[in-house]
């Protein structure tokens, strides 16, 4: 069973760029939840995705959107890049119901802003 | 609004020692849930251990314990007979349930070396 899965492993680009990230979720997830993490940062909330919706948001401009497929894959998108963009972006999944929902963790796309 | 706060940037241990993490936390809420997540150099951050704040006893798995402190918003982590491969990143985590969907919070992270 394969885990959580995310594309590119790093990425490159310069100010002003947009940039695509890509997710799929573990078998049976159907949530996702996007994450930055700074160097030397915890995780920080950007959005979830549930039935294609964005259902919640963290403290991100509008540049940083995303979109969930119908196979639950998800993908993030920041426009604009600024140098500050620069961290490890993280994809966690989740089944639907339970009493709490464990999140399992992507390796993450390490995106660089020059 | 929640905050984890994680005072010890860095930790060491020797080899089959015992170390515990710290975590602090500020919520309002009654009912959530705390997680102490493990992010190896390999970056994948993976679930350690969890606590249910309505459970009164602390979560135990294998090598992992927790002491949680409700009252005092305290939630450590006690890792037992260290080993090598426990070197990583810690990260203390908050979670609150609301009408079906969640977010976590996260500490800013405890590095935690395990000296031979």
């Known amino acids: 069973d394969a885990g959580v899965t995310q594309s590119p492993t790093h990425l490159i680009k310069t100010r002003g760029q947009q940039v695509t990230l890509r997710c799929s979720p573990k078998s049976g997830h159907d949530t996702v939840s996007w994450y930055q993490q700074a160097l030397g940062q915890g995780p920080q909330f950007i959005f979830q995705?549930?039935?294609?919706?964005?259902?919640q948001r963290g403290n991100f401009p509008d540049r940083f959107s995303g979109h969930q497929f119908p196979n639950y894959s998800s993908e993030l998108n920041v426009n604009a890049l600024l140098l500050g963009d620069s961290a490890l972006y993280l994809c966690a999944s989740s089944r639907p119901g339970g009493i709490y929902n464990e999140q399992f963790f992507g390796p993450g796309t390490r995106l660089t802003v020059l | 609004a929640q905050t984890v706060t994680q005072s010890q940037p860095e930790m060491s241990v020797q080899e089959a020692e015992t170390v515990t993490l710290s975590c602090t936390y500020d919520?309002?809420?009654?009912?959530?849930?705390l997680f102490w997540y493990k992010q190896p150099p390999s970056r994948q951050m993976i679930l350690v251990i969890r606590q249910e704040a309505y459970k009164q006893q602390n979560a135990t798995e294998n090598r992992f314990s927790v002491n949680f402190q409700k009252a005092a918003k305290s939630f450590s982590l006690k890792i037992s007979d260290s080993q090598l491969g426990d070197t990583a990143m810690y990260f203390c985590?908050?979670?609150?349930?609301?009408?079906?969907?969640?977010?976590?919070?996260f500490g800013t992270g405890t590095r935690l070396k395990v000296l031979a």
């Open positions: 995705y549930y039935e294609e919706e964005e259902r």
């Open positions: 985590a908050f979670m609150k349930l609301t009408s079906g969907t969640y977010k976590y919070i």
């Open positions: 919520t309002s809420e009654s009912n959530y849930y």
